[in-house]
């Protein structure tokens, strides 16, 4: 008789375990839905965050309003905001540093969303605050292929110090763009005792503009042939008909990205139902579709040889070392 | 007519209320320095602690030991003047020469050149500078362009992105206000000395030189001293020209140092923000002599006449030439120019081969963008109500200052047009640290933007309604008050009306700047309340220049709209 109470009780446990996020998630949906809408504050692009809110909107009938910055004034409205006791965010999305410091200053809180199971467990956050890196943006050299043929265009980075591209190469202000000082600060891995010659030629080469939008957007224009910038606008541009290409850089460096959830959310249900569905695989592919380089395995965005890249994650830089990289790269690019 | 004069003390019930009447005086004085002091207190404590905003901190000089030993803010310094004084100079001179032709010659076309004082008004300024680095771009720029066709050289010759290039665009962006000073001024001259002068035998261009000119000489110097303090402020031009130019000027070093470092430092910002104080300070000061000495100049000539139109002969196309070619500079071109961002699919130089992939997709953006349509939303509100609140403060500081005798009124006056010496960047510091742990909620809402516009443009509300309630006669208060109206109905039902012109023209100018306010907003505002200047910057970042071209002729068309609205509104014979 205890053997079958013991089974129905075993029977019970396992359904009500294998139940329960069924019904989390429908609770989670409908608490969502009441809450109406989710303040989302990024560096992502807003065409491609479209993606993802139009994703989301039809998927649960909840609003998402996005607040899109550049990362570093991102960074900036978002500790003057906490520090102030007066967050108007519910989730914040951007590269790996910036998340960091925010991370540190109390601004986010925690939250496992059932998406992250799909990762690894070494790219969880140990403290459960942050999202495991769930796409990155690689950086490389784009040209304007109506004024770069192919075979002209440089093949690493050491070509872009050559005398005739002086003044054609386009790039963000590293004192002021922090994925490119983060960018910057990892080529000294890449490139070993040429590094500080190399940064300081080519901070003699190198327009300067705030970030790599408009280092992008001057390429594309025909302003200069030459920029450094992310890979994925040779496709979001390219569908518009913009004559884009890129260098196979070998290897090629990238900056992670991750979410999180504010410490004190105005929507936290909306939130939390946001992060599920952006990094689930069905958020992550199509993203994946709009030319953001995931990371799931053997996905990869509509870029011509995007699978066949030797990608490498760039190290994260803490505040004191993005204070000193800053001094250091304001010496050399902040020159006339 | 004198002020002093009107406001001598009188018997019966007008002096009854003015005796009272130092009480809202003393109100409006509690208000005013409120509104400019605090923020300005807090900018320098700001600049006095190294803790961040909204903490308290021990005061210290760091701040200011690191901002002068740093080598580079003397580079800083001397460009800021030399790029000030260059578009002061420049807009100045054009100012001048489309003044004189359209007032003071029978050039053909007079009311169209007119135009140039109006359109830039409605544009963002920021937009003007993203159309002159499309058209003067060293590479691809389309006036390089031509003149490489012409002169056959391989590269520029003109190149927007150096010091030069960015005068000459806050130069034709500071025009229009020169302009409408100087045309004031010339309208307002006495032709007597001219007439003479022709009489005793002298030529057009000696009258010019020897008469016209030195006549002109305070308003010239007011509008070069108030456009040297106004492009010292600028941050609209330099956020988009001087970063590829590698040139730092103040304000673009206050923005780097608060909002574009890592981390973000808005000690030393408000400690750059406190110097440049200092020295706009002196030249509002300065502003302030020159403008009185324009105005009395006008009060010792103000009979009626019309001044004597100058017959060019042949010599009026040439005048409209010149015109011309200004209008084209200031309007035609950037206007053309921001048209076809906002037509082509991608940010490029407009050509034939371009031109045929022309949409209107960026149009069906933003029309069904979310945030556009709340930015929208934001700057018609804080255009309206802010111009309105503006307006009413203006209309009572101008009757105490001007109406009155109140012992310390110029006080009232210098409170207003301190935050005016603020450029826009330190200003907005100044206001975060003041807000941001007030118990009112203000900080993070619309409120503080509203409050941001008010404090910092009512002298342009001053100046215009000063000049109306200069001209209205003391009977007509005094039939209201003898009729038994106190002071709040003699000044809602009898002073407002008979305002009406200065207020309303006053209304047009601060609802424009406030509908396109861009170097305040940036730092005030936050997704809750996002008005249209930040908005079409970080378009512009965010590789949109398709959608901020729509945007930026949308807002043009709603700012006119404004306009006409409020001049209907306006007219005396309703």
């Known amino acids: 008789m205890w053997r079958r109470w013991a089974l129905c009780g075993v029977v019970w446990i396992a359904t009500a375990a294998g139940l329960q996020p069924v019904h989390a998630q429908t609770d989670l949906v409908a608490r969502a839905k009441q809450e109406g809408r989710v303040a989302v504050y990024g560096s992502m692009e807003s065409p491609i965050f479209e993606v993802i809110q139009a994703l989301y909107r039809d998927k649960y009938g909840i609003s998402v309003e996005y607040f899109r910055l ?51 467990a070494s790219s969880l956050d140990r403290e459960g605050i942050l999202s495991p890196p769930y796409r990155a943006v690689v950086i490389s050299i784009l040209y304007n292929t109506r004024l770069v043929r192919a075979a002209e265009a440089p093949k690493a980075l050491g070509d872009l110090l050559n005398e005739k591209w002086k003044g054609k190469v386009v790039m963000p202000d590293p004192t002021q763009h922090i994925t490119s000082a983060v960018w910057l600060s990892n080529l000294q891995s890449v490139m070993g005792s040429e590094y500080r010659s190399f940064v300081e030629r080519l901070a003699a080469q190198a327009v300067l503009v705030d970030s790599f939008d408009p280092a992008m957007q001057k390429v594309v224009a025909g302003e200069y042939p030459l920029g450094l910038s992310y890979v994925k606008y040779v496709y979001v541009m390219g569908k518009q008909g913009a004559p884009l290409d890129y260098v196979r850089l070998n290897p090629v460096l990238a900056e992670v990205h991750n979410v999180a959830i504010a410490a004190r959310p105005l929507h936290p249900n909306a939130a939390r139902l946001f992060i599920d569905l952006l990094t689930s695989r069905l958020g992550l592919l199509a993203l994946a579709q709009a030319g953001e380089f995931v990371l799931v395995p053997g996905i990869y965005p509509p870029i011509k040889d995007a699978g066949a890249l030797h990608i490498r994650l760039m190290r994260d830089l803490d505040e004191q070392q993005l204070g000193r990289w800053r001094g250091e790269f304001g010496a050399v690019f902040r020159k006339r | 007519m004198k002020a002093g004069l009107l406001a001598l003390p009188r018997a019966g019930p007008a002096a009854r209320w003015r005796s009272a009447f130092p009480l809202p005086a003393v109100g409006l004085a509690v208000v005013l320095a409120f509104l400019s002091l605090y923020p300005t207190a807090m900018l320098f404590y700001g600049s006095l602690t190294t803790v961040p905003l909204g903490h308290a901190g021990k005061l210290s000089f760091a701040n200011y030991v690191t901002a002068y030993t740093d080598p580079g803010t003397f580079t800083v310094l001397l460009d800021s003047f030399v790029f000030a004084f260059g578009a002061s100079a420049l807009s100045v001179l054009l100012a001048l020469a489309l003044a004189w032709v359209t007032v003071r010659t029978n050039a053909p076309l007079r009311s169209v050149f007119e135009l140039t004082a109006i ?27 031509m003149l490489r066709g012409i002169f056959h050289v391989a590269q520029g010759p003109l190149n927007i992105y150096s010091l030069p290039g960015l005068v000459f665009v806050e130069g034709l962006i500071l025009t ?132 004597h139109a100058i017959d060019l002969g042949p010599w009026r196309f040439a005048g409209a030439a010149v015109a011309g070619a200004i209008l084209i500079l200031i309007v035609v071109l950037p206007v053309g120019m921001l048209f076809f961002i906002s037509i082509l699919p991608f ?6 081969e371009t031109l045929q992939h022309a949409t209107l997709v960026h149009y069906t953006r933003i029309f069904h963008n979310d945030r556009v ?68 909620p203000i900080y993070a809402t619309i409120w503080i933007l509203l409050i941001g516009y008010v404090t910092r443009f009512l002298p342009y509300g001053l100046r215009s309604v000063t000049s109306t309630i200069i001209q209205i006669h003391r009977e007509m208060e005094e039939a209201a008050w003898t ?24 209304w047009i100018v601060l609802a424009t700047i406030f509908m396109r306010e861009f170097s305040l907003s940036l730092f005030l505002y936050t997704p809750s309340s996002e008005p249209v200047g930040p908005l079409l910057y970080y378009l512009w970042l965010d590789g949109q220049a398709g959608s901020v071209g729509a945007l930026g002729l949308l807002i043009s068309v709603i700012s006119a709209v404004l306009i006409v609205v409020a001049r209907r509104y306006g007219r005396l014979d309703r």
């Open chain 2, 483 to 506: 009729s038994g109206a106190g002071f709040l109905a003699t000044f809602r039902r009898v002073l407002i009306p008979l305002m009406r012109p200065g207020l309303v023209a006053g």
């Open chain 2, 176 to 307: 229009p206000l020169a302009f409408l000073i100087m045309s004031g001024a010339l309208r307002n001259m006495d032709p007597a000395l001219e007439e003479s002068a022709r009489t005793a035998g002298a030529g057009h261009w000696q009258v010019i030189r020897q008469v016209t000119l030195p006549l002109m000489r305070p308003a010239i110097l007011a509008a070069a001293t108030l456009n040297f303090v106004r492009a010292l402020e600028s941050f609209d031009t330099p956020a988009i020209i001087a970063l590829p130019a590698r040139i730092e000027l103040f304000t673009t070093k206050i923005f780097r140092e608060a909002l574009a470092a890592y981390p973000p430092n808005y000690n030393l910002a408000a400690t750059y923000g406190v110097s440049l104080l200092v020295v706009a300070l002196i030249f509002v000061a300065l502003y302030r002599r020159f403008t009185s000495r324009v105005e009395a100049f006008a009060t010792i000539t103000g009979r009626g006449y019309a001044p």
């Open chain 1, 70 to 120: 550049a990362t570093n004034r991102l960074l900036d409205r978002v500790l003057t905001e906490v520090r102030a006791g007066k967050p108007q965010f519910d989730v914040v999305l951007t590269n790996l540093s910036p998340m960091l410091i925010m991370k540190r200053e109390g601004a986010f809180g925690k939250y496992t969303s059932p998406s992250y199971e799909a990762f690894p």
């Open chain 2, 119 to 145: 359109i830039p008004n409605i544009l963002p300024p920021l937009l003007i500078a993203i159309s002159w680095t499309l058209l003067l771009s060293p590479s691809v720029g389309l006036l390089n362009v």
């Open chain 2, 373 to 440: 349509y709340r930015a929208l939303l934001h700057s018609l509100f804080l255009a309206i109500s802010g111009a309105s609140a503006a307006m009413l403060l203006a209309s009572l500081i101008a009757y105490v200052t001007v109406k009155t005798k109140i012992a310390g009124r110029g006080v009232l006056e210098g409170l207003t047009f301190l935050p005016w010496a603020f450029p826009g960047t330190a200003f907005a510091i100044g206001l975060l640290w003041a807000y941001v742990n007030f118990p009112l």
């Open chain 2, 347 to 352: 940010y490029q130089v407009p050509t034939l």
